[in-house]
């Protein structure tokens, strides 16, 4: 199992350009989460999908933010437009029951 | 609000076991408790996770208090590779009741000394 998949793995961008992350949740998983990790504020969740439907957006910063997944295998995280307190490492994690969650490697975002 | 305590850090020697304390002291009776740890530069990974009693795997093991008001995880025999930052998380399954559950807090940083 190659287990959870993001790309890309770093991503260097200018503030008010596009940022679209990804993520190819393990086979099978009914849950998919995404996280936001910076030093201040630790591991934030941002969003969590139950088959494909969005469960709770409640940690989504602010409309700039968007996540969508349109099949099992696939989901995006989309910044538009970005801004330089969006710099963060970005996690995804799938989970087959909502229970024990396995995150991928993650996303360094740098927004300049 | 991570709805639990644990120290910022701790430090032990190699293959010495340890004992990382989380309080939460305002769980709720289907509250389960989990552990991740994260390697430095790398994802969450799970370690654990138990409602009530004592659970064991080949990672560590998880001593939950009779009153569900703290638990200690226990890693029997430390290595270098365990050096990490151990987070404690109460919570729910994910079934529609929100994501309460799933904040990580700041975590313990366990240091391994050689």
């Known amino acids: 199992d190659a287990g959870v998949i993001q790309s890309p793995r770093h991503e260097v961008t200018e503030m008010g350009q596009e940022v679209t992350l990804r993520c190819k949740p393990i086979s099978g998983h009914d849950y998919l989460f995404w996280y936001r990790q910076t030093m201040m504020r630790g591991l934030e969740l941002l969003i969590y999908?139950?088959?494909?439907?969005?469960?709770?957006d409640s940690g989504m910063p602010e409309d700039r933010f968007s996540a969508k997944m349109p099949n099992a295998s696939f989901s995006t995280l989309k910044i538009q437009p970005s801004e330089p307190r969006d710099s963060a490492v970005y996690f995804c994690a799938s989970s087959l029951d909502g229970d024990t969650q396995y995150f991928g490697p993650g996303t360094r975002l740098t927004v300049l | 609000d991570a709805k639990t305590t644990q120290p910022n850090s701790m430090e032990s020697n190699e293959e010495e076991p340890v004992h990382l304390p989380c309080n939460h002291s305002t769980i709720s009776g289907t509250d389960y408790i989990h552990w991740y740890r994260q390697l430095p530069s790398q994802g969450p990974e799970y370690v654990i996770h138990?409602?009530?009693s004592n659970v064991n795997n080949r990672m560590a093991s998880l001593a939950i208090a009779e009153d569900r008001k703290s638990s200690t995880l226990i890693l029997h025999r430390a290595t270098l590779r365990d050096a990490a930052v151990y987070y404690c998380i109460r919570g729910d399954k994910y079934s529609g009741g929100g994501a309460d559950g799933l904040t990580f807090g700041k975590g313990t940083h366990l240091i391994i000394q050689p």
């Open positions: 138990g409602l009530t």
């Open positions: 999908f139950n088959n494909n439907v969005p469960i709770d």
